[in-house]
Nanobody, 122 residues
Framework: VQLQASGGGLLQTGDSLRLSCAAS????????VGWFRQAPGKEREFVGN????????YYADFVQGRFTITRDNDQSAAYLQMNDLKPEDTATYYC????????????????WGQGTQVTVSS
């Protein structure tokens, strides 16, 4: 499966943004999807993941209810809705996919998309 994240941009504190992860080349519903981010000079950080049917979702603690992950298998896409953005949310955001079942937030992903930059100014 090929993945492409999109939707990033330059935002201000408190803004909202929805990132998309478009999939192609495989049956999207067979894959769980994870979202990650990486800020300059920092390690990649788990944001959250979603199971095949969208019924199980895990989030990192820092999300604190501000982010929501959804998916639309008919559109072969997953989404990361981010609300109340803060400068510390500035990062390149990536989506990833795996065919393994989703039992926890800890998953080894086989497929990664190119990231999309989100910059939040104060």
């Amino acid at each position: 499966v090929q993945l492409q994240a999109s939707g990033g941009g330059l935002l201000q504190t408190g803004d909202s943004l929805r990132l998309s992860c478009a999939a192609s080349g495989a049956t999207f519903s067979s894959y769980i999807v994870g979202w990650f981010r990486q800020a300059p000079g920092k390690e990649r950080e788990f944001v959250g993941n979603i199971n095949w049917g969208g019924t199980t979702i895990y989030y990192a603690d820092f999300v604190q209810g501000r982010f929501t992950i959804t998916r639309d298998n008919d559109q072969s896409a997953a989404y990361l809705q981010m609300n109340d953005l803060k400068p510390e949310d500035t990062a390149t955001y990536y989506c990833a996919a795996s065919e393994t079942p989703l039992y926890s937030m800890f998953v080894d992903y086989d497929y990664w998309g190119q990231g999309t930059q989100v910059t939040v100014s104060s």
